[in-house]
């Protein structure tokens, strides 16, 4: 294709989220590609984005995204944070149209095939509910399915409790903060038909899985949207001929893919979380301080 650059095959994605809410993503990630190199960027010195203004989080999106093209080459980018999405993926794909871009978008679309009674409960950040993006979505999903409801909660201040148990491992803020968002919704004078699918519209959230699944009846469906952004990331990939084929690096270097971990900010956070979540070589859950300002 005239003007379409080589990216390199063997060349690694890129991946970033405000924190380490990402890391639910590229979890979902390695495992559907399990030969791919990632370059995990976690914006902590600018965590949480969700209560931020949009100007906010389009620059520090804009300033993460240059520095994955330009200083590690990346393939393709895949933005693990759903407010990041809802504010920049349309000017970064304005600004980038010859490159793999993969946005999450909160599971509406699989909540509506999933549900039964056709009552679902949205948990995302303030962002991702005030986006135009947002909006456009659950028009989207109502219009072919009107006799859903949607009732959307901003969890704010979740993300960053989130951050926080991480690091010390005390979830009693989280517990709180689900407890005081959920427990109207499934409280019995809500009555019925009740709510069967409560989508996980933040990365961070699936983190917590277990405490909000102790919080929900056991018939309830926690659906997040790690597994279908790594589905079209293959897709992508597939299309414009980018796999990483299993003998890259040729045989005597062939192994699964690697993860490298970057941190704006603090990089003890992501460092306990990748520990935590994501099955790493030991060694490899090093976390590399780089300082990217914003333009
Ligand atoms: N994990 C991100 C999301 O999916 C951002 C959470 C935050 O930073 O507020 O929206």
């Given at each position: 294709?005239?003007?379409?650059?080589?990216?390199d095959p063997g060349a690694a994605i890129g991946v970033f989220d405000s924190g380490i809410?990402?890391?639910?993503?590229?979890?979902?990630?390695?495992?559907?590609?399990?030969?791919?190199?990632f370059v995990y960027v976690a914006d902590s010195a600018w965590t949480p984005y969700g209560e931020r203004r949009d100007e906010i989080v389009l620059e520090r999106?804009?300033?993460?995204?240059?520095?994955?093209?330009?200083?590690?080459?990346?393939?393709?980018?895949?933005?693990?944070?759903?407010?990041?999405?809802a504010v920049a993926v349309e000017r970064l794909r304005e600004d980038h149209p010859d490159w793999p871009i993969v946005a999450i978008e909160p599971a509406l679309k699989p909540a509506a095939r999933h549900t039964l009674s056709g009552h679902v409960t949205v948990l995302a950040t303030r962002g991702t509910l005030a986006s135009g993006k947002y909006a456009a979505l659950r028009l989207r999903v109502s219009a072919?399915?009107?006799?859903?409801?949607?009732?959307?909660?901003?969890?704010?201040?979740?993300?960053?409790?989130?951050?926080?148990?991480?690091?010390?491992?005390d979830g009693t803020a989280c517990d709180e903060l689900v407890d005081r968002y959920l427990a109207p919704v499934f409280h019995p004078a809500m009555g019925f038909p009740a709510v069967d699918t409560v989508?996980?519209?933040?990365?961070?959230?699936?983190?917590?899985?277990?405490?909000?699944?102790?919080?929900?009846p056991t018939t309830v469906a926690l659906l997040d949207a790690g597994a279908p952004v790594a589905r079209q990331t293959w897709?992508?990939?597939n299309q414009a001929s980018l796999?990483?084929?299993?003998?890259?690096?040729?045989?005597?270097?062939?192994?699964?893919?690697q993860v490298r971990l970057l941190a704006t900010g603090d990089t003890a956070r992501l460092q306990a979380a990748a520990r935590r979540?994501?099955?790493?070589?030991?060694g490899d859950e090093r976390v590399e301080r780089v300082e990217l300002a914003s333009a």
């Open positions: 294709m005239p003007g379409r650059p080589d990216f809410g990402g890391l639910s993503v590229l979890g979902a990630l390695r495992e559907a590609l399990p030969n791919e190199h999106t804009e300033a993460i995204t240059r520095h994955l093209r330009e200083a590690h080459a990346v393939k393709a980018l895949v933005i693990a944070c759903n407010t990041a999405s072919t399915a009107p006799q859903l409801r949607f009732t959307e909660i901003a969890c704010d201040g979740l993300a960053a409790a989130i951050e926080q148990w991480a690091l010390d491992g989508v996980l519209g933040c990365t961070h959230y699936p983190l917590i899985g277990e405490q909000i699944r102790l919080r929900v897709r992508l990939l796999l990483r084929p299993p003998s890259h690096d040729g045989p005597a270097l062939d192994r699964p893919g979540w994501l099955d790493l070589p030991p």
